[in-house]
């Protein structure tokens, strides 16, 4: 495998994006094959590097080092640990499903592709950066594509749910901008590199720690979403066209989680230790808030979008645990979170597609008449309620165990979240597939082929994972100890 193989991954997508700008807007076949096989192209490349990557070594590999701007000192430095490897993959993954489900964009493709690539490349870059500096440029490229994306091509409320994502995104981005000035100017000599600045400490006086820690977790809590900066969030998912809410849901969202891996708890372990029980009761807030208010939705995007805000708070749970079950339960459940969601997402999309509805009560009945988009409705709301043997369990069950250990009272709290959780599902199976048909509906067709191929993937790979966990905990078990190592809290694991 050639060295730099973290490079392509990053700037093929921007390639072909390029490459779409000279393409004739006629030519929308030619548009569509572009993205395909570039987002293919990048999912080949990440599934090597699953299969070349040596979980038992410490550190980065595959690491791209060259000195960008020497006049301060940045670096343009990409390398891969067992915390950003599943992630690449996701992010492979589902921006290659996203182009199958995108066969339902018919206006401005060239515009939508081009964007669409360049947002694959923003998310592929912050997973894989460790610079600060070119950490906040992918950071910063995610949010002009999202943008753009929900804005033309969204639902009614598009431009208002457009302008409340950058806003509430641009928000966090300052803070996050003026914490990493003060984490280059803290380190002699100043630098940018994540890896240098988690060997040397940050030089700041405790105060100034916690303002820096506070500035970070601001943007990651957005992007999360954390409550209460969770609101723009369902505005975002309900308005977006549905290969873009499952980018959404699938990588965005996870963005903020990986920044607390990566620059929160490594940067500044003193703080991320004392924060821990925040972490924690934030999490339970975001399992039972989330759920609850998603069991009110009549909506069925808005019901899946608040049920990510309650899943994404098991994230919480286990960073906050500052355990290994606890971390593994966390990073297990961002990779989960993708698939199912990403799944339950492109469901929305394809009946949304053919009855131009999301009111859950229009619906009834239609197990029998569509039974092949029932059974994957049922799937994946198994795995999103967290039935052993699919994914959603694992990661669940990880995150609890890790808060149970640290945080016992506050972690069986969250269990109310878990019966509710349930209830969710069970009454969306009910209220969409059980009940009275409605005559209506008597035209509705099955699923089609191209929309099984960009669901079924993700359902092989949920399954896959919940029968074999192993996969993901053997990739990330490594570089997750070595992390609570370093803040000290390893606790006996």
Known sequence: MGSLILSQLVFLPLAAALLTLVIPKERESWIRAVALLATGMVLVLATLLVFSYRPLLSGFQFEEKISWIPQVNVWYHLGVDGISLPLVFLTALISFVGVIASASIQDRLKEYFFLYLLLATGMMGTFLALDLFLFYIFWEIVLVPMYFLIGIWGGPRREYAAIKFFLYTLAGSVFMLLAIIACYFSSLPHTFSIPDLTQQGLRLSHNMQWAVFMGFFLAFAIKVPIFPFHTWLPDAHVEAPTPISVILAGVLLKMGGYGFFR?????????????????????????????????????????????????????????????????????????????ITGGMFLLVGVLYDRTHTRNLADFGGLGAKIPVYSGLLIFFSMASLGLPALSGFVGEFLSLMGGFLSFPA????????????????????????????????????????????????????????????????????????????????????
């Open 263 to 339: 620059i929160s708890l490594p940067l500044m372990p003193g703080i991320a230790t004392q924060f821990a029980i925040v972490f924690a009761v934030l999490g339970v807030i975001n399992i039972i808030y989330g759920a609850m208010v998603a069991l009110a939705q009549t909506d069925f995007k808005k019901l899946v979008a608040y049920s990510s805000v309650s899943h994404m708070g098991f994230v919480l749970l286990g960073l906050g645990a500052m355990n290994l079950p606890g971390f593994n339960g966390a990073a297990l459940e961002m990779f989960n979170h993708g698939m």
């Open 410 to 493: 506050i972690t069986l709290v969250s269990v109310l979240g878990l019966v509710v959780g349930a209830a969710i599902f069970l009454l969306l199976i009910q209220k969409v597939l059980l009940g009275v048909f409605q005559t209506k509906w008597a035209h509705l067709r099955d699923i089609n082929t191209r929309e099984l191929l960009a669901i079924v993937p993700l359902m092989a790979m949920v399954l896959w994972v919940g029968l074999f966990p192993r996969t993901i905990l053997f990739l990330q078990s490594t570089t997750l100890g070595n992390l609570l190592r370093h803040l000290g809290s390893m606790k006996g694991w």
